[in-house]
């Protein structure tokens, strides 16, 4: 394999304090979930060989970049999340050389690559735990991850409260060489992804290591997983709360195991690394944090590029909380000269079409199917609006053909490590995870040659990538129109500030330079000035003829002035 060293791609965005000119300021950047994006072989499990096929299209829907969910060598205990080895490519993906091969022609269709890394925890297959455990108590293995003893007479008590992300406890007890029960290893998801030691110094050298590895192979950057949990309070203090995932979200200051200072010296030194190598490189932070200026300390001029908006992600569908969740992110990231950034959807929560397909306060995940024809109206209307905004924006896959969350999967064919464990996230997860379309007919709608992993609705062709090419009322010609309007609109991408206008109550109508975005979100239609020119409509609405113009329910309009 021949390592490409330098990136082909130069970015042309505006300047900022600390960070400079990069293509990641304004960037559209496509989630990829590689087991249920294309199949290459007709396994019925998506991988790099069928991703590789399928970037024609990304290119032409107009992204910038494309993030790849893991692909690493991993037993999928959490769908890749939990990896053994950081440097292999899983044999159901492929290998090396498909990433390779995927890598050049993604840089050849002028698309960048963005892989996930996973530094908070490791597979239980990993080497260094194995051996941990086959070594037993003394190994100095044990000491890159948390082992304590337990507590009570005999040690059976875990050593503190903590509860795992996924429910239950957040440590599980070994078992040691000779049989007997031995120490507890810390592991706040599965059992089977235990939590790194990051005060270890050889768990920092390896994956500085490994960011050279994959930086060496050519990709453009690294969405980090769970950039918030690497570093735990000194100690492992209790928490003394016995719901305490519902502190998650909360504001007052995080958890022991999450968003610690510590995690910003790691971030420094990996910033360092990037800066060394060619064509802008760089990383995204996955930090849930309490309040959106504690997101912005991943993103200060010396640490990590981006940061994901949560904030954003979690806001219903109204007028008011939009524009105060707008206003309180752009004010954050700009004393760090950070972009802000956008997204509505991954593979973590529902779909917005169907988040957005009832009374606002389900959350983020949901079974409930909704209204699919109202979630569908405002999932086209919520994309125009975050299109719009100054900053980079991050699209799922699938929402580009307006897929709903599959919200009726039975029971048994359900494969979220969540659900099988009492008291956690709500395991809805594989309904925003089904493969998607790509044909009107076949077996799995052309995801492959056989059936899929998770099962596809009926009717699922007609959201088909082929089935909504060249109908112009369709989702997937709207994210073309608007991506391709975003590129060319001088006013749209870079940027640190909007300017709000005078609306109605549930109205949004921000100006950007030469651009005005207005957007309905409430039931019953709207009558606005009109502002400019038409450019773009999220569903009908009649040319405006005069000074006026009537808004539809859950519409945005594009207006160039």
């Avoid at 293509?23 to 979930?33: G, L, S, T």
């Avoid at 994309?383 to 053909?401: D, K, N, R």
């Avoid at 369709?474 to 609306?503: F, I, K, M, N, Q």
Wanted: hydrophobic residues 35%; negative net charge; aromatic residues 10%.
């Amino acid at each position: 394999m021949t390592q490409h060293l330098t990136a082909p791609l130069t970015g042309t965005s505006d300047d900022a304090p600390g960070h400079g000119r990069g293509w990641w300021r304004d960037a559209v950047i496509y989630q990829v979930y590689p087991r249920s994006f294309a199949d290459g072989n007709g396994d019925g499990m998506g991988d790099l060989d069928g991703v590789r096929r399928r970037l024609p299209h990304l290119a032409r829907l107009g992204v910038d970049a494309v993030w790849l969910s893991p692909f690493y060598a991993s037993p999928q205990a959490d769908a890749g999340y939990d990896v053994a080895d950081y440097r292999a490519i899983d044999p159901m993906f492929g290998t090396l050389l498909d990433a390779d091969a995927l890598i050049r022609d993604a840089h050849e269709l002028g698309l960048r690559i963005i892989v996930d890394l996973v530094p908070n925890h490791s597979s239980a297959e990993h080497e260094w735990f194995k051996r941990a455990l086959r070594e037993g108590p003394g190994s100095a293995l044990r000491e890159r991850y948390h082992f304590r003893p337990g507590k009570g007479a005999d040690g059976e008590l875990p050593p503190n409260d903590w509860e795992s992300i996924f429910g239950g406890p957040a440590w599980t007890r070994t078992t040691d060489p000779d049989g007997t029960p031995g120490d507890w290893y810390l592991h706040l998801f599965a059992p089977e992804q235990p939590d790194f030691n990051w005060e270890h110094p050889a768990v920092a050298d390896e994956f500085r290591s490994i960011l050279r590895f994959w930086l060496d192979m050519g990709v453009d950057g690294f969405r980090v997983d769970v950039a918030h949990g690497l570093v735990k309070a000194a100690g492992l203090p209790d928490i003394g709360d016995t719901e305490q995932l519902r502190l998650l979200g909360s504001n007052d200051g995080g958890t022991p195991f999450f968003d610690q200072d510590g995690v910003h010296e790691i971030y420094r030194q990996w910033r360092t690394i990037l800066d060394e190598y060619p064509g802008d490189r760089i990383a995204v932070a996955e930090a849930w944090t309490p309040t959106v200026e504690r997101t912005a300390n991943y993103v200060r001029p010396d640490e990590l590029h981006q940061a994901f908006n949560f904030q954003y992600l979690s806001t219903s569908w109204d007028a008011a909380a939009l524009r105060e969740v707008i206003d309180s992110s752009l004010a954050a990231m700009r004393p760090v000269g950070a972009p802000a950034t956008w997204v509505l959807s991954n593979h973590d929560v529902t779909r917005h079409a169907t988040r957005f397909a009832g009374p606002p306060g389900a959350g983020t995940q949901t079974r409930d199917p909704g209204d699919r024809a109202l979630g569908l109206r405002r999932a086209r209307a919520a994309t125009l609006l975050m299109l719009a905004l100054p900053g980079s924006a991050y699209v799922y896959q699938g929402e580009e053909l307006g897929l709903p969350d599959v919200t009726d999967l039975p029971d048994e064919v359900r494969q979220d490590p969540s659900y099988f464990r009492a008291d956690g996230q709500d395991g809805f997860r594989d309904g925003c995870r089904v493969p998607i379309p790509w044909t009107r007919e076949g077996s799995s709608y052309g995801f492959g040659e056989g059936s899929s992993w998770l099962p596809q609705p009926e009717g699922w062709g007609a959201l088909s990538v082929e089935a909504q090419t060249g109908d112009p009322g369709s989702t997937l010609e709207l994210y073309r129109s608007a991506l391709a309007a975003r590129r060319e609109h001088p006013g749209l991408g870079a940027g640190t500030a909007v300017e709000w206008r005078d609306a109605p109550e549930g109205v949004l109508h921000l100006a950007r330079p030469g651009f005005v975005c207005t957007v309905n979100t409430t039931d019953s239609a709207v009558r606005i000035d009109t502002p400019g020119r038409m450019l773009l409509a999220s569903g009908p609405v009649t040319a405006p003829e005069g000074a006026v113009t009537e808004l539809p329910a859950d519409t945005t309009v594009w207006w160039t002035v």
